[in-house]
């Protein structure tokens, strides 16, 4: 049973372009979420999705921001016209919902230099 | 709004030494989960454990222990003889259930365990 994956697992870039990540869960979750986090701080949530729909996203998702998941599989997340505060560790986590409650389970992480 | 404390920033201990890390929620709600996960320097995030608001029983598995007390809003986790492999960052996390069942973590900051042989 693999867990959920992200690719690439490092990224640089120079301010101003577009980077894409990719994220896969674990194949049977229906639900998927992103996370951004900075040196020292815990995740913040930036969005989620159950199936493919885009049910929530946090404040800090800028219009710079995209995410989609177009199959309710893989998603990606893109960032057009990347700033230096764009740098951070970008976390997928997946999640199969239950009754009550669902457990999230992370990827190993994007993390992203911007110059 | 909902928080999440772990004042201890930073602990050191040496092989085979107990160690408690501290965790203060705040939340409105009286249906709440809470978690532990763990993050290596690889990155990961590694599932702990999950607890939910109506269930204050202590946990035991292997080396981990939880204690979970509504009355102070504290849920802390304790390592019994840690060993090198325990150091990380460690993060406790809250969670609601919005109305579409939607929940979002809340993370403390985090503890970064270091345990030196």
């Known amino acids: 049973d693999t867990g959920v994956s992200q690719d690439p697992r490092h990224k640089i870039t120079k301010r101003g372009q577009n980077v894409t990540f990719r994220c896969d869960p674990i194949?049977?979750?229906?639900?998927l979420y992103w996370y951004r986090q900075t040196l020292g701080q815990g995740p913040e949530f930036l969005t989620y999705?159950?199936?493919?729909?885009?049910?929530?996203k946090s404040r800090l998702l800028s219009d710079r921001f995209s995410a989609e998941r177009p199959k309710g599989s893989f998603s990606t997340l893109e960032i057009q016209r990347t700033e230096q505060g764009d740098s951070a560790m970008y976390l997928c986590?997946?999640?199969?919902?239950?009754?009550?409650?669902?457990?999230?389970?992370f990827g190993p992480g994007t993390r992203l230099t911007v110059l | 709004a909902q928080k999440v404390t772990q004042a201890q920033t930073e602990i050191s201990v040496v092989e085979k030494e107990d160690v408690t890390l501290d965790c203060v929620y705040e939340?409105?709600?009286?249906?709440?989960?809470l978690f532990w996960y763990k993050q290596p320097p690889s990155g990961e995030l590694v599932f702990l454990i999950r607890?939910?608001?109506?269930?204050?029983q202590n946990e035991i598995s292997g080396r981990y222990s939880w204690n979970f007390q509504k009355s102070t809003s504290s849920f802390n986790f304790t390592i019994t003889a840690s060993q090198v492999v325990d150091s990380a960052v460690y993060f406790c996390?809250?969670?609601?259930?919005?109305?579409?069942?939607?929940?979002?973590?809340?993370f403390g900051t985090g503890t970064r365990l270091l345990v030196s042989p």
């Open positions: 939340t409105r709600d009286t249906t709440y989960y």
């Open positions: 996390a809250l969670s609601e259930q919005e109305n579409t069942g939607f929940q979002k973590l809340v």
């Open positions: 194949s049977e979750h229906n639900r």
């Open positions: 607890r939910n608001s109506f269930d204050e």
């Open positions: 999705f159950q199936n493919e729909a885009q049910l929530e």
């Open positions: 986590a997946s999640s199969l919902v239950e009754t009550s409650t669902d457990t999230q389970y």
